[in-house]
């Protein structure tokens, strides 16, 4: 049985434990704010570009001459973001004599878009897309140059469409 001293205690803590506070929410766009391009039907709270919290990266691809691979592709998407699957894109701008394929975009989640009002497919984690490539029979450093888009989201707060130009090392060695 806890004695009246001890039921004052267990109050005390329970009101001084400290809950954790909630993630603060970015800031919109002011309205007097210079137009950063085009507006985005559906998204009048678009945030700046510079403030656009995505990115995408590639490590280098080693392959055999004239084998077949795959590079990967990483979508980051931090904690508390989401990105929309159907806006990413990847298009080939150089890849001199490398054959590459498609990209296989990984499947995402559903979830309720209020811009849209409906389901979309959406990453909510870091995101990895397979990009099928054959070297080259000739020996050496390639460099294939991508334009990445994308678009996502935070909270209530969607960002303007992104592109990203990446370059992908394809270093290619000797048959076994």
């Known amino acids: 049985m806890l004695t009246p001293a001890l039921l004052l205690l267990q109050g005390l803590i329970a009101c001084t434990t400290p809950s954790p506070a909630p993630a603060p929410e970015p800031a919109p766009v002011a309205p007097d704010a210079e137009?950063?391009?085009?507006?985005?039907?559906?998204?009048?709270?678009?945030?700046?570009?510079?403030?656009?919290?995505?990115?995408?990266?590639?490590?280098?691809?080693?392959?055999?001459?004239?084998?077949?691979?795959?590079?990967?592709?990483?979508?980051?998407?931090?904690?508390?973001?989401?990105?929309?699957?159907?806006?990413?894109?990847?298009?080939?701008?150089?890849?001199?004599?490398?054959?590459?394929?498609?990209?296989?975009?990984p499947p995402g989640v559903m979830r309720f878009d209020q811009a849209f009002g409906r389901e979309r497919e959406v990453w909510e984690l870091d995101a990895v897309a397979l990009l099928p490539l054959t070297a080259p029979t000739t020996v050496g450093t390639y460099t294939i140059l991508l334009d990445v888009g994308y678009q996502g989201c935070r909270g209530g707060l969607c960002f303007m469409p992104a592109n990203s130009q990446l370059e992908l090392i394809l270093n290619v060695t000797e048959s076994k």
């Open 35 to 105: 137009p950063l391009g085009k507006p985005f039907a559906g998204f009048p709270n678009a945030v700046r570009p510079e403030k656009n919290p995505f990115s995408v990266t590639a490590a280098p691809v080693t392959l055999e001459a004239g084998g077949s691979g795959q590079a990967e592709l990483v979508f980051k998407v931090p904690q508390g973001t989401y990105l929309y699957r159907e806006m990413a894109k990847v298009q080939v701008l150089e890849a001199g004599s490398v054959d590459i394929e498609a990209a296989d975009l």
